[in-house]
């Protein structure tokens, strides 16, 4: 990642880039290591609002070098899978920048790219994929996005998304009155229920739920989730990374990524509040969090329900029969914030207290196993 001074003002966008850099990596080594192929797609690349001259604070400069790094450490252990990259951009100055960044730092990676709005390419698009395996990146700047359009490209073959939720942006517009604006919005759900959940107590949660929703069930992805990612200055959600996939370790590596993130956000948007005080009252009032693990109380807060449900959906699905560690274990991390120890420390417990029982449980092991039986205690 490039150092965060590259992004002040624009904090959220150094998260939403550290998830990029981290997921993409562990995406490109998994698939790479048993497959030939791997690509990735960039449906709205820019590069926008560089303040690197470089362009390192870009999502293409970002994935350029992480897909080089993982060519290079996959090399080491014999494996030589091509690794291609597709990037579409329709701003026509955007577009002349990013084929000098592609032509400087493409590398080892057969980087190729395509002018114009990416609805207008999905042919194109699906041509470059073929029958590879393909990790979409998809960072629209609005809703400027129909579901039936996206869900049907991401329908086709073996495939995972992150998928920015325009959260902030989409919630302004939510409330106009103006038939052509809910019309939009409407596309961008690909349907109108959205509007039923405009008075809800928790209508940040089920907005960004219902399209995640909607992904999940028009393009047939077997597992969904999203993460929600703060403005720098407020405790307020500027927008949230919606991610599917096909395949339970999937869900699993993003839950990861999660838990690193977490604590970064944590620490530049703490960054980010000091700097804007120092430059309000001139006065140096707390030293800037290092780097760390540390979970914030902020977070915490956060947490809590989520954990909390995610002992509902374990009693809830138990209650339909016994099932599997490996079944349970992507289900409820499909939970945003429920993260791999958590499901563990969770059957322990359960386990433990006589709530369940766990079959197959070997002596001195201390954690569950995917082939394990989980079922409800008599």
Known sequence: MPPIEHYKGREQT????????????????????????????????????????????????????KLNSVSRGLSEIERRPRLRALFVEKDPIAYKRLLHLLRDHAGEVDAVSLNGIFEHHLDDISRFVGSRFAFYFIDPTGWDLDMDNLTSLLRAGQCEAMI???????????????????????????????????????????????YVKQIKSLAKFDFAS??????????????????????????????????????????????????????????????????????????????????????????????????????????????PLVWKSDVDQLVINWNKSGRITLEGMRPRKRKPRGEQIIRLAK
């Open 226 to 335: 999203y993460t929600r990612i703060l403005k720098p200055q407020h405790e307020r959600a500027y927008f949230h990374l919606a991610y599917a996939a096909r395949h339970p370790t999937g869900i699993l590596k993003f839950r990861e990524v999660e838990q690193k993130a977490m604590p970064e956000q944590d620490r530049v948007r703490e960054q980010a509040q000091h700097e804007h005080q120092f430059q309000r009252t001139g006065q140096q009032s707390f030293d800037l969090m290092p780097i760390s693990d540390t979970i914030s109380k902020g977070l915490m807060n956060e947490r809590t329900p989520r954990l909390k449900q995610s002992e509902e959906l374990l009693l809830q699905l138990l209650a339909r029969g016994p099932r599997t560690f490996a079944e349970i274990q992507p289900s409820l991390m499909e939970i």
């Open 164 to 210: 920015n939720f325009m959260f902030d942006f989409v919630n302004r517009f939510t409330g106009d009155q103006r038939p052509a604006i809910k019309q939009s919005i409407d596309r961008y759900y690909g349907t109108t229920e959205w509007r039923a959940h405009l008075d809800s107590e928790l209508r940040e949660r089920e907005l960004v739920e219902l």
């Open 14 to 65: 150094y998260v939403k880039h550290y998830f990029l850099e981290h997921y993409l990596e562990r995406v490109a080594y998994r698939i790479g290591s048993f497959r030939d192929d791997f690509c990735y797609v960039d449906c709205f690349s820019g590069p926008w609002k560089a303040e690197d001259p470089e362009f390192g604070d870009t999502s293409v400069r970002i994935a350029l070098e």
